[in-house]
């Protein structure tokens, strides 16, 4: 299962956290200045492949719900028209959708990273283990070697 990170580097989880929610409301300021003709949907992404990469799957799945609701609050607050009440909603469920889909992908690739990295510290430790049995058994054939050379020596 994906597990959060506890502690990367100096940060913590409380810091992703925090520069995760600052991202969707830095990228949801610029999107409501440039108006709602021009969408700024896909630089949420930011912050919820953040969301999902270091805090976890859950909070990247809250962090989508947050930003499709700060795009759909910030199409309104710029003055979005639209003809019917459905299409916001019919648009911030793609979306929604859309960021559901990247948090898992994500959500699966960190897994499989993690997965991965066991694997090779568990092939890394095996082979070390077989490295040092062999120069166990190189010494051990040395010495044997050495025995039998002074012992057909002194014959």
């Known amino acids: 299962m994906l597990g959060p990170v506890k502690k990367t580097g100096v940060h913590s989880r409380p810091a992703f956290t925090t520069v995760a929610l600052l991202i969707i409301a830095v990228v949801g300021m610029v999107d409501y200045l440039t108006g709602h003709e021009i969408s700024?949907?896909?630089?949420?992404?930011?912050?919820?492949?953040?969301?999902?990469?270091?805090?976890?799957?859950?909070?990247?799945?809250?962090v989508s719900v947050f930003s499709v609701a700060v795009w759909v609050a910030g199409g309104f607050?710029?003055?979005a028209r639209v003809s019917s009440p459905l299409i916001p909603?019919?648009?911030a469920v793609?979306?929604?959708?859309?960021?559901?889909?990247?948090v898992w992908l994500l959500a699966r690739l960190r897994l499989f990273h993690q997965q991965l990295e066991a694997l090779v510290r568990q092939r890394t430790a095996a082979l070390t283990e077989e490295m040092a049995e062999r120069e166990r058994l190189e010494r051990e054939l040395l010495e044997i070697s050495e025995?039998?050379?002074?012992?057909?020596?002194q014959d």
């Open 40 to 62: 700024f949907s896909v630089f949420y992404l930011l912050g919820v492949a953040l969301a999902v990469w270091f805090v976890g799957k859950g909070f990247g799945s809250l």
């Open 77 to 79: 607050a710029s003055g």
């Open 94 to 102: 793609i979306l929604l959708a859309f960021y559901l889909v990247v």
């Open 147 to 153: 025995r039998e050379q002074r012992r057909i020596g």
């Open 89 to 91: 909603i019919w648009n």
